[in-house]
């Protein structure tokens, strides 16, 4: 059973202004769209448009139950979901996923071509680096580490090497240790480095990165199973994302290795995991709740 909490949450009520400073800070990160490439900047900023910015919540989420101070958490966020948009892009690419649609319109090299795209999702990546190199927010230390964690995340260990075993994947059966692997690598590692980079802006203690971690392990795997029973049961018109990508590719989704009821099931109790670990962390774990009952609740 779920323990999502029916009352109201404070954080809530903070999410429009977090955004907001994610959008500034992004803003003053990315080049215009007046600057020369202009077709190419004009393309950055399209990848970067729409979306729920999860991940930067996360940061924000996580900093705040430490008592982070705000601006020393901006270009954490921000560099986090420009890794994000750069991996949607690529995603998005013929040679990979090659989907029509991101969040409701033309992906990006269908809306420009593809070698833009390829080339946007370069520069997305690197600028992500250069948000965390230039803040003023951070020392050189902090620095050192968030831009090492999160090269990681991205990277071959991480989200990449996910990317190249999902691929590799298809037409194959996996189990459910190599399924929960992959996704921990692809999905997880993006979402896990949320926490990480939150901590080491508040130079937490061993025990409270510990707890942080797994609550973003618990988190991000939550999220992946989630998507597969979303993508089972939703229409595809409803989508802005092209549906039922994993079935036409014939790879393996939890819900075709435990079932739907035993999919959604997993999830909810690593949701109720993760809500475990917030509360070891901190008693101001209220924006960590509030985010795992968000993700908990969406429906698409």
Known sequence: MSQ????????????????????????A???????????LHQAIRYACEGGKHLRALMVYAAGEALGVAVENLDAAACAVELIHAYSLVHDDLPGMDNDDLRR???????????????????ALQTSAFEALATTNALDAEQKVKMITALAHAAGSLG?????AVDMASENLTLTLTQLESLHARKTGALILVTCQLAAIAANAP??????????GRCIGLAFQIQDDVLDQIA????????AGKDL????????????????????????DEARDAARSISAEAEPLLWLADFIQQRNH
């Open 4 to 27: 999502t909490s029916s009352k109201a949450s404070a954080f809530d009520t903070r999410v429009p202004a977090y955004l907001q400073r994610l959008e500034r800070t992004t803003d």
């Open 248 to 271: 036409a590719q014939h790879k393996s989704t939890f819900p075709s290795l435990l079932g739907l009821e035993q999919a959604q099931q997993r999830a909810n109790a690593l949701f």
């Open 29 to 39: 990160v990315l080049p215009s769209a007046s600057t020369d490439p202009e077709r």
């Open 159 to 163: 989200m990449v090497g996910g990317q």
């Open 104 to 122: 409701g319109r033309p992906t990006v090299h269908k809306a420009y071509d593809v070698a833009t795209g390829i080339l946007v999702g370069d």
């Open 206 to 215: 061993e025990n409270v990165c510990s707890a942080l971690d797994r609550y």
């Open 235 to 242: 229409d595809t018109a409803t989508l802005g994302k092209t």
